[in-house]
Structures are given as structure tokens and as C-alpha cells.
């Protein structure tokens, strides 16, 4: 193998002003239908690269809740739809922890607030 393939195929370390889209509500192969798919597409903030990739080393996916919770969230977001769209990521994940009442969804958004919150604030 030559050099040039061996440096494509090194993981680059991306400027620190760089952005990914986080899905708050992820893997999106689990969140793929119904309420829970819109609320995923819906709940999606830029972090930079390098906390997104820590955080994902650290909470792999996010339980999805019933679909009853799901359709209960959806609804109370589409009465305040632009409100939350402005939310930064920390009060958009604490907007999810309170109105989906599931104990292990809550869990990993716990994860997700206590994380965000420390390294962006």
C-alpha cells in the first residue's frame, strides 16, 4: 500500500471551529419512524467535532421511548415549535428530559445535559 491511501485513511483532526449536527436523539436507525423519527429530525443542534466524537465515545445510542410519549412530546413541540427551535443544545436536551417522562430516555439525556453543559456551557 503506498503512502497517499495509508494518509487518506488516518482519522484528520478537524479544526476546533468545526460543527457537526447532533442528533439529540440518536442513532437515528432506532429513531426511524413515527413521532420518534420527527422528533430526532427536529432535534438537531451544531456542536463542534471534537466534543460531538467524545460524546458519542461515551453514550453510544438513546432509548427510544413508547410511541404514546413520543406522540405526547411531539405535540406540546409543535405548540411552541419556534420557541424550541431557537433552545441552544443544553436547554433543547433539558426540553426533552422534561417532557418525555422515560426512565431510561431521561437517563441518557441526563448524560447528554451533564456533558454539553461542561464542555460548551
Same mark, same amino acid.
Given at each position: 500500500?503506498?503512502?497517499?491511501?495509508? %494518509? *487518506?485513511?488516518?482519522?484528520?483532526?478537524?479544526?476546533?471551529? +468545526?460543527?457537526? *449536527?447532533?442528533?439529540?436523539?440518536?442513532?437515528? *436507525?432506532?429513531?426511524?419512524?413515527?413521532?420518534?423519527? +420527527? /422528533?430526532?429530525?427536529?432535534?438537531?443542534?451544531?456542536?463542534?467535532?471534537?466534543?460531538? *466524537? @467524545?460524546?458519542?465515545?461515551? /453514550?453510544?445510542?438513546?432509548?427510544?421511548?413508547?410511541? @404514546?410519549?413520543?406522540?405526547? +412530546?411531539?405535540? %406540546?413541540?409543535?405548540?411552541? %415549535?419556534?420557541?424550541?427551535?431557537?433552545?441552544?443544545?443544553?436547554?433543547?436536551? +433539558?426540553? /426533552?428530559?422534561?417532557?418525555?417522562?422515560?426512565? @431510561?430516555?431521561?437517563?441518557?439525556?441526563?448524560? @447528554? /445535559?451533564?456533558?454539553?453543559?461542561?464542555?460548551?456551557?
Amino acid at each position: 500500500m503506498d503512502d497517499v491511501s495509508k %494518509k *487518506r485513511r488516518r482519522r484528520r483532526k478537524p479544526p476546533i471551529t +468545526a460543527c457537526d *449536527r447532533h442528533h439529540i436523539c440518536f442513532q437515528k *436507525r432506532f429513531w426511524n419512524n413515527g413521532y420518534a423519527k +420527527a /422528533l430526532c429530525q427536529a432535534f438537531v443542534r451544531p456542536v463542534p467535532v471534537v466534543f460531538h *466524537r @467524545e460524546l458519542h465515545s461515551i /453514550l453510544s445510542t438513546v432509548p427510544v421511548p413508547s410511541g @404514546e410519549l413520543c406522540r405526547n +412530546a411531539w405535540n %406540546k413541540y409543535q405548540k411552541n %415549535k419556534e420557541e424550541i427551535d431557537s433552545y441552544g443544545i443544553c436547554r433543547a436536551i +433539558a426540553w /426533552l428530559y422534561v417532557n418525555i417522562p422515560d426512565v @431510561e430516555f431521561r437517563r441518557a439525556m441526563q448524560i @447528554e /445535559l451533564n456533558f454539553f453543559a461542561e464542555k460548551i456551557g
